[in-house]
DNA sequence: TATGAATGAGTCTTCATTCAT
DNA sequence: AATGAATGAAGACTCATTCAT
């Protein structure tokens, strides 16, 4: 049964994830998720006790899964450039991407609970980009690809720079023009083209 | 008595005003707002017709009194990198400021009611923000104070990265040595120091 | 003054009769008057103390005006029959007149204050025109123009297959048709045409 | 569960039924219907989401267990006279009833939520009244108990007038010899007595 | 007379959460 | 494990009515 149990968390979790990256966080309902699930109102209960542990699973699913952008790409003989050029474009496409995505529903979540909790990921998840992307420039660097910059603090920039550029989308909004043109100022921070 | 009905809604947008600082927009009742002006029910209706309309209107207040950051500055004959150093100086105590702040609400509120409305006045307030700090840079520029660079583009940078600091501290949390390394990188892009 | 407070008594009678014919009677607000009357909400209770003195205020006006169809036409020469066709006439086009007309609201109206009331003037409007139908027909039947009927059941039942008309129109809806056949009936039961 | 859960579908239709009898239609509050049902605020709105709701299950309710008057009566050898008088002699009663009665409430019902709406079962009923009643009639003149007249006229006229003797107890009041003189004269057009 | 700001009671509706089965 | 009926608290909103000016 045990098993079962665990599929059935399974599809709890997928379809609050889908709900969540509908509605945000704060305007999901326990009622929602059991809608969606076509599950009995205890049942849901019987899983998670709530919309915040329910986002809370949501989020550690995706940190099990997440996938290092470039531990892949770096290791292999594939120019620096190319790799942060790819990687830029995955975010530019999720940063434009206006629904099925879960960065709103983050945000919120974050906003209501706390950006001191022990258990934010954020941040870690925000210090291993910034590792990744610091040692992308620096092998960058090394090639002779990229100017000789300061990595970390580049990285960093870069970073922050998407940050903003997300944060703008779901606020303001942003065309694809101001994307592309930051993400060009960033590039050329590093690299003649 | 159109003098103390003004009066008295100046009142309730002071007192909203903190309240919204103090908890987001999403969480703020009519009820919240009934009970910290120690106004009745249907008193606060005879004012505004519920929290949407109050914090538009918290907002629209805010922008009809904002100082534009650089317009007495810049006329004058400071250089213009000790403009830049100030306002970044101002940007880093909002962005640590941990509550008296609107920024959270207000970023609650546009993921709510929409980048897409007509009065999102967002938009236009970081252009303009963008357009002064280009300005601020080409007459850096022409001083001989700062690199030849494209002063557009470092404007936007400047604010994308601005933006990303300011939703991290509300979200992951971000240490002062983290906020003063980002304005390091962001002024040594166009002067040496 | 007396004359000036007359006048606007007189404007907001006239107002809140408007009123009433659009919306019945139950779903008027003394707001609704006071925004229809462009007076104040205190001004409005120095004339009327509440939606129920206003309607009976309304309901009195009409009858101080009411004309009595037949007074003036029976005393002519015509002919009863004409008179009688005229006025079925007259009721068809009240009853099929969607709007514009009070019969709804002075419903609901009785319905809410009770058809026991002392001032409940209706029953003596009813038997006004009872009265006054049945003189018509005995008329009509010293003419030698009607059957030799029961003047007073005669007249009667003619007001009460009325009613019985003018009910169904405001809840079930009638055809023009149904009308037409059911007036047809009422005479046919008096002359042969 | 289904079954306790209709048990209780029950108690409340049967309650709120009871209700708008004594209230009629625009009186009645969710409020009412919880406090009469002994049940939890939230828990009717389980199975009605409205007085609309409740009182158009009422009258589908009503509609459901509707007897036919004539069905069994015109089938037997009954004098069409008697079948009529019965009928007469029921509708009296009805009329008369002051309360226990939901022609008040559904008045208002169909005042409020239009003639128009293709789910007025009102027309629907009527017709059917006036189809048996013109066959009872029909019969009655093949039997030769009544007078050759047009069955289906009579029918209507019949109904309408019922109608309106309806409306009139139910706003200005009637006696009962009110009504006892109006159906003689809707018999007497049938048949002499 | 006249104003209109203010009150507070009342209704609607939704939600998280529990619990008997 | 699972169900779904039931609860009650909470928030939105409106209205009749009063009252200081």
């Known amino acids: 049964m045990g098993e079962k149990s665990e599929q059935k968390k399974q599809l709890i979790l997928e379809t609050a994830r889908r709900i969540f990256m509908e509605?945000?966080?704060?305007?999901?309902?326990?009622?929602?998720?059991?809608?969606?699930?076509?599950?009995?109102?205890?049942?849901?209960?019987?899983?998670?006790s709530g919309t915040q542990e329910l986002f809370r699973a949501v989020l550690d699913a995706d940190e099990a899964e997440a996938d290092d952008v470039f531990s892949g790409a770096v290791s292999e003989d594939a120019m620096a450039a190319d790799v942060l050029l790819l990687f830029l474009k995955e975010q530019k496409k999720e940063?434009?991407?206006?629904?099925?995505?879960?960065?709103?529903?983050?945000?919120?979540?974050?906003?209501?609970?706390?950006?001191s909790q022990e258990e934010n990921s954020l941040r870690g998840k925000f210090e291993d980009a910034v590792g990744a992307l610091s040692q992308l420039i620096e092998i960058g660097i090394q090639n002779g690809e990229f100017y000789e910059v300061d990595a970390q603090a580049a990285a960093s920039n870069i970073m922050f720079a998407l940050?903003?550029?997300?944060?703008?989308?779901?606020?303001?909004?942003v065309t694809e023009k101001m994307v592309d043109d930051e993400?060009?100022?960033?590039?050329?921070?590093?690299?003649?083209?």
């Open 23 to 48: 509605k945000g966080y704060k305007d999901v309902t326990m009622k929602d998720i059991v809608d969606a699930c076509q599950i009995s109102r205890g049942g849901l209960y019987l899983y998670f």
């Open 95 to 115: 940063i434009l991407r206006r629904k099925d995505d879960l960065s709103l529903a983050t945000y919120e979540y974050y906003f209501a609970h706390g950006a």
């Open 163 to 173: 940050e903003g550029l997300r944060i703008c989308a779901r606020t303001m909004g």
């Open 183 to 193: 993400l060009y100022t960033l590039m050329s921070g590093l690299v003649a083209d």
